[in-house]
C-alpha cells in the first residue's frame, strides 16, 4: 500500500533532521554550539552585521546577540569594530580566527558528505542529485 503524503512528509522531516544533526556533528571547533557556530557562519557568508542586525537574522533577541558575541569574542572568533561610515555604530566582524572555523567546519562537513555519497550506488546518487533540486525548490516556495 502507498505512504499517504502525510506519511511521506513525516518520513522526510525525520531523514532531514537526522542528516542535518549528523553533518553538525562535524564542526572544526567541538567547543562550539550549533548557535555560535550560525553566527559565525552568517558572518562568513553575510559579511559583518551590526548586533541589531545580527540579532534580526539569528531570530534572537538583541540581548541574547550580546551574550553570544560577548562569548565569541572572548573565544577570539570575532571582533567588534567601530563603523567607518557612522563611529557611533559597532560592527561584529570574523576575526581571522572565526574564519579558519567557518572555512574547516564546512571542509569537513563536505568532506563527510562526500565520503557518504561514495559508498552508495550511481543510481542512489542520481536519485539524491534529483532530490536535492526539488528540496531547495520546496524552500524557496
Known sequence: MAKTIGEQATELRIATFRLARRLRAEKADGELSDAHFSVLAGLHWHGALTLTALAEREGVSAPSMNRTVNCLEEGGYIERVADESDRRKVIIALTDAGQATVKDTVKKR????????????????????????IMRSLTTQ
Request: zero cysteines.
Open 110 to 133: 563536505d568532506r563527510w558528505l562526500h565520503q557518504q555519497l561514495r559508498s552508495l550506488s550511481p543510481e542512489d546518487r542520481a536519485t539524491l542529485a534529483a532530490a536535492t533540486d
